[in-house]
């Protein structure tokens, strides 16, 4: 048995309790092996993780901001996209100022199978307003389709002379005024040295669609010969960064020999003999016009979004010409060929009718001014 302990009581003063004193903490020896408590490393690993994730977003906005976004890189990058595109849309405006001014329009679409095209032209000939609308499609399969419209409304303000020619002119205008007319090599009336030409580029097309490396062919010839260069920078607008371009010619013709050994050249020079160039006869004349040319470009995915072209006589600023062309790689393309159309041999003998009446109204014009012409000798005699 251990002794009984007592607390002892502190002493009382005067009959007065003493003042309160708390009772201190025991002291407790550590046990063998027992360590003091460890800090905590959350925040350790917290802050490395940030310091590399700032580094991460420095590196980042410094190669977005001075390699991505180079101004060569930009239009370098536009230009191979649209090489390689495997399909597009574009609309284009030209409008031309001057003694015979017009406006056309041009929208469409196409893959590297097949295109779609939707033009517009409207001006003023001879004092008279004229508009004429038309449309060409071609096929996956290598025919060619034509339409055209307006065309009745145009044949009526051509005076013709004789009956004969007013009725063919009218017959031919009825037959193709807003129908498709299809081309194909197997027309009758299309020459054979024609025909077997379409064959051949469509067999050609069919090969090159197939076989991405003939477009890879252009790419490093390209990336080889880069002929347009940069002499301004015009900002951001909507997103795309615009860019005044022009082209060093040595280095065009460079580009051009490259083409010329390229496999699509070969392919279809194979098919018609008159698609042929010779860059070593290229000659760099002085140029009687100024002009600027703009590219825009998507600032994300370096694809060409506009290109606008301004020319102007540098001696008649009356005569100016001015393109605008806008471009969309991302939207889905279709091209439907027509279920209804002509062929060339439907509308041939309405065509040559009409070749036959014009060429008679010709001879009967030339007699006419022949025959006023000995008179006025006669009577000058």
Not at 35 to 52: A, E, N, T, Y
Not at 209 to 231: L, V, W
Request: charged fraction near 25%; aromatic fraction near 8%; glycine fraction near 4%.
């Amino acid at each position: 048995m251990y002794p009984s302990q007592t607390t002892p009581q502190p002493p009382t003063t005067n009959g007065q309790e003493p003042p309160f004193v708390p009772p201190s903490a025991p002291f407790v020896e550590p046990s063998l092996g027992q360590q003091p408590p460890k800090k905590s490393k959350k925040k350790l690993v917290f802050i490395i993780v940030g310091v590399i994730l700032l580094l991460a977003v420095i590196a980042a906005a410094v190669t977005y901001k001075f390699w991505y976004q180079n101004p060569d890189k930009v239009v370098t990058d536009a230009i191979v996209n649209t090489i390689r595109a495997d399909k597009a849309t574009f609309s284009s405006q030209l409008n031309v100022e001057g003694d015979t001014p017009f406006q056309m329009s041009v929208n469409g679409a196409g893959t590297r199978t097949a295109v779609t095209t939707d033009v517009d032209v409207s001006g003023k000939v001879e004092e008279n307003d004229f508009s004429v609308k038309g449309s060409l499609l071609y096929d996956e399969k290598g025919d060619i389709y034509v339409k055209a419209r307006n065309l009745a409304e145009i044949a009526e303000k051509v005076p013709q002379e004789t009956k004969t020619l007013q009725d063919a002119v009218s017959e031919f205008v009825t037959k193709i005024d807003n129908n498709w007319i299809r081309f194909t090599p197997d027309n009758k009336t299309v020459p054979e040295e024609a025909s077997a030409v379409q064959s051949c580029m469509q067999k050609a097309n069919d090969t090159i669609k197939n076989d991405n490396s003939y477009i890879m062919d252009i790419y490093n010839a390209y990336e080889d010969h880069r002929f347009i260069k940069i002499t301004e920078e015009l900002g951001t607008k909507n997103g795309s960064m615009g860019y005044v371009v022009t082209s060093d010619f040595e280095t065009l013709k460079d580009f051009g020999r490259a083409v010329k050994e390229s496999r699509i050249f070969k392919q279809l020079h194979d098919c018609d003999n008159s698609i042929d160039f010779n860059p070593d006869d290229w000659k760099q004349q002085e140029s009687t016009t100024n002009d600027r040319i703009e590219l825009w470009v998507d600032r994300w995915t370096h694809q060409m979004t506009g290109l606008n072209v301004t020319s102007e006589e540098k001696n008649d600023t009356t005569q100016k010409v001015t393109v605008t062309s806008q471009f969309d790689f991302n939207k889905e393309v279709t091209i439907t060929t027509p279920d209804q159309s002509l062929s060339v041999d439907d509308v041939s003998q309405a065509f040559e009718r009409l070749m036959m009446a014009w060429y008679m109204e010709s001879s009967m014009n030339g007699a006419k001014n022949q025959s006023s012409m000995d008179t006025s000798r006669f009577q000058a005699l």
